[in-house]
């Protein structure tokens, strides 16, 4: 079976989006032609990738098969070479993995990390933008205390800054 349907999220093919183009066909056929755009300046992946299931919570769920090591998944990624892989397979790492030991990552970034990713979810309910509200404005609260907190730093500095420039 041929898919080709634009997926949603450049250098990434997700089942759901597989699921979502085939339909009730999706549960007949053993694989797929995919072609998987890259991110600007990458190489795009072109090839056919085989589906299976994969054990998850109270039975079996449709899965692509990594063509690298074949387990099943439920994203795979471009590797850069013109073909896919899965995070392991490709060594990607989440943004957590990444900036988990920065200031920044302390200092707010997991909240922003965290809303991004519930404004990202595909078919966010009211319940979620809720969700989302109150998270930025957890993130905009952090923010003020964190100025706040700074404020006699910051005056004493524009203090300085007047008196040794008369």
């Known amino acids: 079976m041929r898919l080709d349907a634009p997926l949603t999220r450049l250098g990434e093919l997700r089942v759901e989006d597989v699921r979502r183009v085939l339909g009730d066909q999706v549960w007949t056929v053993n694989h797929v032609d995919v072609c998987v755009l890259a991110p600007p300046g990458g190489v795009p992946a072109s090839q056919r990738v085989s589906l299976g299931r994969k054990r998850s919570g109270r039975g079996d ?7 690298s090591c074949s387990r099943p998944k439920e994203i795979l ?11 392991v397979c490709s060594k990607r790492r989440t943004r957590e993995q990444r900036e988990v030991r920065t200031t920044a990552w302390k200092l707010g970034a997991r909240e922003e990390d965290r809303l991004l990713r ?10 979620g933008l809720d969700r989302a509200r109150a998270l930025a404005e957890e993130i905009v609260r952090g923010d003020r205390d964190r100025i706040d907190a700074l404020r006699p730093r910051i005056d004493a500095a524009l203090t300085f800054r007047e008196v040794r420039n008369r």
């Open 61 to 67: 769920h449709l899965a692509v098969l990594c063509p």
């Open 118 to 127: 519930l404004l990202q979810r595909d078919g966010l309910t009211s319940a």
């Open 77 to 87: 990624y471009v590797d850069g070479r013109g073909g896919l892989s899965c995070s």
